[in-house]
Every structure is written in structure tokens, then in C-alpha cells.
């Protein structure tokens, strides 16, 4: 599927937006004196910050090819 510049564009302010306010929640679970009680969000938080860092990529990737193809 083919998507626009600016599609791509939004998706990139999108995901930046989220990885931004799940490194901060990430900071803040692991800061607090229960952080061992919290260690499901702890994880989950650090996952869905590989995969949003994964797609970020890929749009960073799509950018360049489409760049090239101009």
C-alpha cells in the first residue's frame, strides 16, 4: 500500500508524540518505590517503545526511498 508524504508525516508526529509520553511514564513507573509490583507495565511500556521505534524506522525509511525515487 502506498501512502502519502503527508500521510507519512503524521504517522512520524504520531508515533513521536506517543514515544515521548511512554518515556516518560516508562521513567516514572521505574522511579517509584512499588516498581517491582509494576513490572507488567514496566515491560509493556519498554515494548511498545521498540515497536513505535520500529515503525518509526520504517517511516524514516520510506522517507529516504521516496526522496531517491524524486
Not at 12 to 18: E, F, M, Y
Not at 31 to 58: F, G, H, M, S
Request: charged letters at 30%; one cysteine or more; glycine letters at 0%.
Amino acid at each position: 500500500m502506498q501512502y502519502t508524504h503527508e500521510e507519512l508525516a503524521e504517522a512520524k508526529r504520531q508515533i513521536d508524540s506517543l514515544l515521548h509520553k511512554l518515556r516518560e511514564t516508562h521513567a516514572s513507573l521505574s522511579a517509584k518505590e512499588t516498581a517491582d509490583r509494576l513490572k507488567p507495565q514496566i515491560t509493556l511500556a519498554a515494548r511498545r517503545i521498540d515497536a513505535l521505534e520500529v515503525a518509526n524506522a520504517l517511516i524514516e525509511r520510506e522517507f529516504a526511498c521516496c526522496n531517491d525515487a524524486v
